[in-house]
C-alpha cells in the first residue's frame, strides 16, 4: 500500500515539475513583451525610441521588441490606401493594416533588418478592391510574419 502512494507522490511530482518547465518557457516570452513594454511606456512611444530600444537584438528579441511598441499603441481604423497617414496621426487615432504594415517596416529598416510586403485581394464589393497587407520582417536567422498585433516567428535550420 506505501509503495502505491510513493509512486502515486513520485509522477504527481514530476508532472507539477514537467508543468512549471513549460509555464516557464512560454512565461519567458511574456516577460520579454512586459520588459519592453515598459521601456517604451517610461522612454515613450516614438519611432526614435523604437529604433533605439530594439537595436542590436537577435530575431527573436528584435520581434518582440517591435511587436510590444506596436502593441503599445495599436488602434484599427479603416483609412483610405491613397492616403498618407503620419506616425502621429497612426498613434492618436489608429489605422488599418497598410498603415501598420508602413510602420512596422520603417522600424525594421531603422534597425538594419530588411522588410517585405505581402498583398493578397479579399473581395471586390461595390467596385472597391478590398485586399490585406501585412509585413515581413526577416534576417540571416530567419523571419517574422507581422499581422495587426500578431506575430510569428520562423528560423530557419
Known amino acids: 500500500m506505501k509503495e502505491k502512494t ?5 509522477f504527481l511530482c514530476v508532472g507539477i515539475l514537467i508543468g512549471i518547465f513549460f ?9 520579454n513583451q512586459i520588459r519592453y513594454s515598459v521601456q517604451f511606456k517610461i522612454n515613450g512611444y516614438t519611432k526614435e525610441n523604437a529604433v533605439a530600444i530594439c537595436s542590436g ?15 503599445g499603441i495599436y488602434k484599427f481604423k479603416q483609412t483610405s ?4 497617414v503620419s506616425f ?18 520603417e522600424i525594421a529598416k531603422g534597425v538594419n533588418y530588411g522588410c517585405t510586403s505581402v498583398v493578397f485581394p479579399i473581395e471586390i464589393r461595390d467596385n472597391i478592391n478590398y485586399k490585406h497587407t501585412y509585413a515581413i520582417l526577416h534576417s540571416p536567422e530567419g523571419y517574422s510574419n507581422f499581422d495587426g498585433k500578431e506575430v510569428n516567428i520562423i528560423f530557419y535550420d
Open 81 to 84: 490606401d491613397k492616403e498618407y
Open 6 to 10: 510513493w509512486d502515486r507522490m513520485f
Open 57 to 71: 537584438k537577435d530575431l527573436k528579441g528584435t520581434t518582440f521588441c517591435i511587436n510590444s511598441f506596436i502593441r
Open 23 to 31: 509555464v516557464m518557457i512560454f512565461m519567458f516570452g511574456w516577460l
Open 88 to 105: 502621429e496621426k497612426l498613434k492618436e487615432v489608429g489605422g488599418d493594416c497598410l498603415n501598420w504594415k508602413n510602420l512596422i517596416c
